[in-house]
């Protein structure tokens, strides 16, 4: 008679007089669905999982326990979503293997989710030895990916360091004479850590490009971008050392060789650093195409302020004035190339984030705009608030070039 509460009531009744009837699944499934579209989300799945738990072999009982975590999930209740993801594991998964894997693949991103990421680490190594040999390459990828995303922001010690971050901390001879204040520098990380963290993105990697599935690629793409901190990371460890000088005052042939030599080697890694993220801007994954571009404005600003920050040779007497001078201009014209290359990457960086509609990943670019355009508006305020049409996201961390 159009009467919810009426329904609701009878319902319970029949329950209750009848409990071992044929029509009490049928019973305690429908007033789930009332519950549902009375919005009353906690009676629905408590109903919902008495129903998959008491009547299993009901065609439809997985389908109502997977409803019942999915608002759960709603709801924000993590601990009823384990325990729900746990039963339809044990109820079901032997039937549907690829469903229990992404039902704990899932369980796994929300761990990491609420900021547990030691939980999540051990939850994504459970899986894999779990799942992980019947699994689809894209589960596989995003698995090893994440474990070693975990590991590596684990593996950085720094207090205050974003995640997905290069490790920097403060120059340890910051305190030394030098031509001005030096940039942050690479912080060795924990050696176990970060071994296994690459081990994880080489895995992903190889995953990804033996399935050949799109999507395990984009999602692989990321990890690619990882190995490339790495390498640049290593090559920042070394830093530049105070020239010895002469009674005259000039650099000894020994400083001389020497400053050349990690010029070199400087350089060089450098170039080998920007080539490794330039080959991720042609990736169909647009936020790591970003993420690549701001990394190159932000190493060759980095690099800019390295060489403008040299330490001063070991000049002692006032008269040696002009000598400081001289030598802090020579090396203020090496670095001014690679600022105005910064500020040129910036530019590029902050047009393509804004035509993607990619604005998070665009922060570096964005410090170096400004930087360079004190006067001007923030480059933040010129970037758009949404993505373009031709953009959508797949994932939380991918966003996928679509063809017009």
Request: with cysteine.
């Given at each position: 008679g159009g009467s919810v509460s009426a329904a609701i009531t009878l319902y319970k009744q029949l329950e209750r007089e009848f409990p071992s009837d044929r029509a009490v699944p049928r019973v305690v499934a429908r007033r789930a669905q009332i519950y549902m579209r009375l919005a009353w989300y906690d009676e629905a799945a408590d109903d919902l999982e008495t129903y998959a738990t008491k009547w299993a072999a009901e065609k439809d009982a997985y389908d109502a326990l997977e409803e019942a975590i999915s608002l759960r999930a709603a709801l924000g209740?993590?601990?009823?979503?384990?325990?729900?993801?746990?039963?339809?594991?044990?109820?079901f998964g032997a039937?549907?293997?690829?469903?229990?894997?992404?039902?704990?693949?899932m369980l796994a991103y929300r761990t990491r989710e609420r900021g547990k990421p030691d939980e999540a680490m051990e939850a994504f190594r459970t899986w894999i030895k779990r799942h992980g040999g019947r699994a689809d390459r894209p589960q596989l990828v995003a698995a090893y990916a994440a474990i070693g995303e975990l590991a590596w922001d684990a593996s950085c010690k720094v207090k205050g360091t974003a995640k997905g971050a290069l490790c920097l901390a403060p120059s340890r001879?910051?305190?030394?004479?030098?031509?001005?204040?030096?940039?942050?520098?690479?912080?060795?990380?924990?050696?176990?850590?970060?071994?296994?963290?690459?081990?994880?993105f080489q895995t992903a990697i190889r995953a990804a490009e033996s399935s050949h599935d799109e999507y395990a690629l984009l999602a692989a793409a990321k990890a690619r971008l990882y190995l490339v901190d790495a390498k640049v990371e290593v090559g920042m460890t070394q830093e530049l050392k105070a020239s010895a000088v002469d009674a005259s005052g000039h650099m000894t042939p020994a400083?001389?060789?020497?400053?050349?030599?990690?010029?070199?080697?400087?350089?060089?890694?450098?170039?080998?650093?920007?080539?490794?993220y330039e080959e991720l801007l042609r990736q169909n994954n647009v936020r790591v195409a970003v993420l690549a571009s701001a990394r190159i404005a932000w190493l060759q600003q980095h690099a800019a302020d390295t060489v403008a920050s040299a330490p001063l040779p070991a000049w002692k007497k006032p008269e040696r004035e002009e000598l400081?001078?001289?030598?802090?201009?020579?090396?203020?014209?090496?670095?001014?190339?690679?600022?105005?290359?910064?500020?040129?990457?910036?530019?590029?960086?902050?047009?393509?984030?804004?035509?993607?509609?990619?604005?998070?990943?665009?922060?570096?670019?964005?410090?170096?705009?400004?930087?360079?355009?004190?006067?001007?508006?923030?480059?933040?305020?010129?970037?758009?608030?949404?993505?373009?049409?031709?953009?959508?996201?797949?994932?939380?961390?991918?966003?996928?070039?679509v063809t017009p």
């Open positions: 209740d993590d601990d009823a979503v384990a325990k729900d993801v746990a039963r339809w594991v044990k109820l039937r549907k293997p690829q469903e229990a894997a992404r039902a704990e693949l001879t910051a305190s030394a004479p030098r031509c001005g204040k030096p940039p942050l520098v690479a912080v060795a990380r924990d050696a176990a850590l970060a071994r296994e963290a690459q081990k994880a400083s001389q060789k020497e400053l050349m030599a990690w010029f070199d080697a400087w350089q060089a890694q450098l170039g080998q650093a920007v080539r490794g400081r001078t001289a030598y802090c201009d020579a090396l203020g014209q090496h670095a001014e190339v690679l600022n105005t290359r910064a500020k040129e990457t910036a530019d590029v960086c902050l047009k393509v984030g804004g035509d993607v509609g990619v604005i998070e990943e665009t922060a570096p670019c964005v410090a170096v705009f400004d930087r360079h355009n004190p006067g001007a508006a923030g480059a933040g305020e010129r970037l758009p608030a949404a993505a373009w049409p031709r953009v959508r996201d797949v994932e939380p961390a991918i966003r996928y070039r």
